[in-house]
């Protein structure tokens, strides 16, 4: 009976989109009222609808098709709850609810925004949720039944059994989702032929918003594939991870475009342009998810059928999209404005260069496919190309980055600009220097370091400029400062932390592989590895080998264990690594397999990975950053006239 409810809500939610719509691009004055109670009951169904899907996880309902597939009764709560998402049929519907839940909040915050551009936004994304709908209830449906039902479930993946793989795909969701918004009021604008500054104040949030998320959910991702593949690293330019990454470099452009848009009035086209092709790249991510044309760790397994259904809304959403803009862009066009050495300006060349690397990364992504397609076998394109092409482009926009907050708007001084940030052209000075020096003449890794260093430098002098101007005491005058001033300095130096530890860590990692009996050990990294004693332990669903050890460095010891399980329902052995956190990095160890020809004697992966935490530092600075940004916008908006 509950998946019944599932389901009926699911088509009464699919009714009131297209309701919604309909009303929306009538954009009438009298239906205002309508438009919204349509969306928040819209909305309101598709959360129930979701509710009676992780029931059914969590009791076990093995008549329910996706329970069968992906839960197992043995499987812990936390897992039954994820498992509801962690399947195509799930997260379609997440996906349902997400765009559901975005389309009422933006239908019930109108806040003085015109009516014709609102009342359109609200009707595209309604018809965006109906597509959701109609490619979930007819191709993707989670409450299918079975007759007879099993007795037991197949249980999910185990390496998606994690706490950050349970977190990773809502956030992921809420910023792939959350790029409807934008893409909405882009069609509305081109619809009504009108893009002004009023227009770009009510995209920023909403933009803001999906960048933020998505940030945390590419930085979950990262995090899990860090300690739960047992491979010591965290980014392997994987396509599913360049299908999140695209759609995020394109945001993170539209973030800085709305800007200036809202700002000056300038570049309103241009802002159109990456709503329409952030939420493209969306939806794309969704495609090499969902169509089976990619073999990664990420992608759901399924028939290509449902992968040529997304296609198909692919094609229809940019159709749409690209169409109106062919035929009414132009009608948008402002002068600039705006001098060649402005604040603007720097805002330029960064959408410039974040939109080149979001290409570059769509032609690595996209080109072995179209090869595969044209007959001409099967290629890879990997971390060596993306490292060569793309690392370059965002190196030349981060040398850029500390300025523009220096600058004025329409005309800057570079010279003063360049004067204050001369001590942090000292130090990332100093950084390549010492950074040739030991690692012996690595130019490239050097360059890397010194822009990282670079851009935390230019944050804190730029946040040190803003705190000069003000008067009383340091502490004061730190709690003084607009949150804008803190979210733009906080989301700078958290690109440069990230920059440092990424260089870091790729260039400067070493790793070894040993074989250990109980009781003897490696030197590694300026340490003495122990391997202790190997033993069998029983978890909630799986059995493991885990492997405990001694770690001796500069006269202390620590103990750091790790695992090697199987889970019995889904016949799968995973790694479970053991991670030491130092100073100079972590320490990661991996339990690899006995030996046939030597009985008691273990294969261990040993890494050393410096400066990684960084990394995950920085990317949460820049989510904080973000957060900051979008209560700074709520406070002003608050403030200021409705």
Known sequence: MIAEIGAFCMALALALSLAQGVLGLRAQAAHAGAAVAVAQVAALLCGVAMACLIIVFVISDFSVSAVVSYSHIDKPLIYKIAGSWGNHEGSMLLWCAVSALFGALFASLRRGQALGLWSKAVGVQGFVTAGALIYTLALSNPFARLDPAPLQGLGLNPLLQDPALAAHPPMLYLGYVGLSIPFSLAIAALLEGRADQAWAKALRPWTLAAWTCLTIGIGLGAYWAYYELG??????W????????????????LVHSAIVTERRGSLAAWTILLSILGFGLALLGTFLVRSGVLTSVHAFAIDPGRGIAVLVLLAVAMGVGFGLYALRAHKLAKPSGFAAVSRESMLVWNNFGLSVAAGIVLIGTLYPLMVEAAGGGLISVGPPFFNLTVTPVLGALFLLLPLAPLL????????????QLLPAAILA???????????HGRIAPAFG?????WLVAGGLIYLWARVRRGEGRLIAKLALLPLAVWSMSIAHIGAGVLTIGAIGETAFRSERAVALAPGEGAEFAGRRITLLEVGEIEGPNYSATRANFRVDQAGRAAALSAERRFYPTSNTPTTEVGILGDLDGDLYIALGEALRD?????TV?????PVVQLIFIGTIMLAIGGALSLLALARRRKDGPA
């Open 598 to 602: 030597r009985p008691g004697v273990w």
């Open 429 to 439: 000075l100093l950084t390549l220097g010492l950074a040739l020096w030991f690692s």
């Open 231 to 236: 491979w010591g690293g965290w980014w392997f």
């Open 238 to 253: 994987d396509p599913v991870e360049n299908a999140s990454f695209m759609p995020w470099l394109i945001a993170c452009a």
């Open 408 to 419: 004025t708007w329409r005309v800057g001084n570079a010279r003063a600009a360049l004067k």
């Open 449 to 453: 370091l010194a822009i990282g260093v």
């Open 605 to 609: 992966r040993l890494y050393h990975n």
